[in-house]
Every structure is written in structure tokens, then in C-alpha cells.
């Protein structure tokens, strides 16, 4: 039988890549392919996550090719994205984490920095999409993370405060955004790319230990 979450949050919402879903191989490379094809720098795909807090694809694509992005380069973008739909997974153990949650009472949500058109096709590909009612993308908020405009719009959606949420996420800008909000941060560390932090007391190693760590005696 599943426990009651110690700290009683009534959502948990996630980030999407690294967090839910394995696209950190496969999305950064799409970017290196899109840049290229756009007449941009040859760049490595950790040069490309280096920049994925200062906004979404618009942002990092006029980042690297130095010039105003066109609707054109991002259908670019999105065609190469697309066409790689079919190699994204979602880590083991997610579905039966967002099962086990659901069943615990707690709402849940997804803050992703990425674009609506491509987190769709993401938790649509996946089957992610039935299990998160309320997703919040990075061209629906002003500020990108670490800024805390997108996860408190989340709450809003869920219905529930920000205090009593936790927030998932992989990268030092979800830690901060979680923190900025006033949100409970759980630093995923299941994902090969995830940043590593000290600070942070609750880290899951693995999905299973989001559930472990929310339902913890005190």
C-alpha cells in the first residue's frame, strides 16, 4: 500500500527532459544538426546544454547562428526533432512513480523549458500525456528558469499552492527554480546529465526514490 507523502505535497510537478523522459542524447543533437543545416558553428551537444537556461529553442538557435531567428529555422528545428520522436524513452520507473503518486493523492504536473509544439509530440510519443493533466512549456512564461514564473503557473493550474508542491528536476536551474518559487526541490539524479549538487536534501537516484523520500517518516 502506498504511504502518504511525508511533506504532504498536494502536486508534484516535473521538469520534462532529463527528469521524465531520456532526450538528453537525442535533443541536443537535433540542435547540433539544426544549427549546422542554418549555416551556424560546428558545436558540440554539451555546448548545446550549457545553453538551454537562457530560454527555448528560438533563444538557443539565435544564440549560436548570431543572427534573428526566422520562423523557418525553427520548422527546422522541428522537422529533425520530430523525425527522432521515435528514440525518446521515458527512464524506468516513471509511469509506475506518476501511478504510485496519483494513488497517493497528489496532482501532478510538468514545467518543461521547452517549446509547447515539441513537448507535445514528446509526451504524445511516450504516453506521458494521460498521466499529466496540467503542463506548463518555456514559450508560455516570460522568464525562462531559473525564474519561477512557470512553475508557480503550474500551481496555479493544479489548483494548489507553491508551498505545497514539489518540484522534480535534473538541472541546478530546476533546483532554483524550485527554490525561487518556494516549492519542495528533489534533484533527479537518475539521468547521466544531471547536475550534481551538495545543497540539495532530497535527491532520487532513481524514480522510485521521489515516493520514498516524499513519504519518509519525519
Known sequence: MTRPPRVAPAAVVFDLDGTLVD???IAPAVYVDTIRALGGPDVSP?????????GHTPV?????????VTASDVECF??????????IRPF???FDL????????CRLGIF?????RTTTLVLAGTGLDRLFPVVVCGDEVAAPKPAPDGLRLACRRLGVGVAETAYVG???VDLACAEAAGAVAVHARWSVTATARADVPLVAHRPADVLDLLSAPA
Do not use: K, N, S, Y
Not at 529533425?80 to 521515435?86: E, K
Open 46 to 54: 554539451a555546448t548545446v546544454v550549457g545553453t538551454w537556461h537562457i
Open 170 to 172: 535534473d538541472a541546478a
Open 60 to 68: 538557443v538557435l539565435a544564440h549560436f547562428l548570431q543572427r534573428p
Open 112 to 116: 518543461t523549458a521547452a517549446l509547447r
Open 23 to 25: 532526450t538528453m542524447t
Open 92 to 94: 524506468p520507473g516513471v
Open 78 to 87: 522541428h522537422r529533425r526533432f520530430q523525425a527522432a520522436i521515435a528514440d
Open 98 to 105: 506518476a501511478e504510485d503518486l496519483r494513488r497517493a493523492g
